[in-house]
């Protein structure tokens, strides 16, 4: 069969997957644009366009009065592959740091949420809430 071709399968449409130009890890596109376009395996930060780091900094009620056709002039300067290398180098930890700690906090809340409700209804006492959290660490 030549290369390409399949016989009964279904192609995968494009874009759907990117590969990290740092890790190499294959990333699914959807996971990389809600972690803010940084590889969730090495932190690398992929390349945002002016309108996707627009849309990063902006909610529904920014920028209405401005137009599409507005936006197309807007110089944007794209600083150099170098200078991007640096500047990744030196925030990526500071971005690891800052995943850790929304990962932590929903589990925390997760913790909380199960929790408190038997803790406030009297299904659960103080003791009980201890040998549960040593269980579950």
């Given at each position: 069969m030549?290369?390409?071709?399949?016989?009964?399968?279904?192609s995968?449409?494009d874009?759907l997957?990117?590969?990290?130009?740092?890790c190499?890890?294959?990333i699914f596109?959807?996971?990389?644009?809600?972690?803010y376009?940084i590889?969730?395996k090495?932190g690398?930060?992929?390349t945002?366009?002016?309108?996707?780091?627009?849309?990063?900094?902006?909610?529904?009620?920014?920028?209405?009065?401005i137009?599409?056709?507005n936006?197309?002039?807007?110089?944007?300067?794209?600083p150099?592959?170098?200078?991007?290398k640096?500047?990744r180098?030196?925030?990526?930890p500071?971005?690891?740091?800052?995943?850790?700690?929304?990962?932590?906090?929903?589990a925390?809340?997760?913790?909380r949420?199960?929790?408190?409700?038997?803790l406030?209804?009297?299904?659960?006492?103080?003791?009980?809430?201890?040998q549960?959290?040593e269980?579950?660490?």
């Open positions: 030549p290369v390409g071709t399949s016989k009964g399968k279904k995968v449409p874009g997957w990117i590969k990290c130009k740092k190499e890890n294959i596109s959807k996971e990389l644009n809600e972690n376009k590889c969730p090495c690398y930060y992929f945002l366009s002016a309108k996707e780091r627009i849309t990063l900094l902006s909610d529904s009620e920014t920028f209405q009065e137009s599409k056709r936006f197309r002039p807007i110089p944007v300067i794209v150099s592959e170098p200078i991007l640096e500047f180098e030196r925030t990526a500071l971005y690891r740091h800052i995943v850790e700690n929304e990962r932590e906090s929903k925390l809340a997760q913790l949420d199960t929790l408190l409700p038997k406030i209804s009297g299904e659960l006492r103080i003791k009980d809430v201890e549960f959290i269980r579950a660490g």
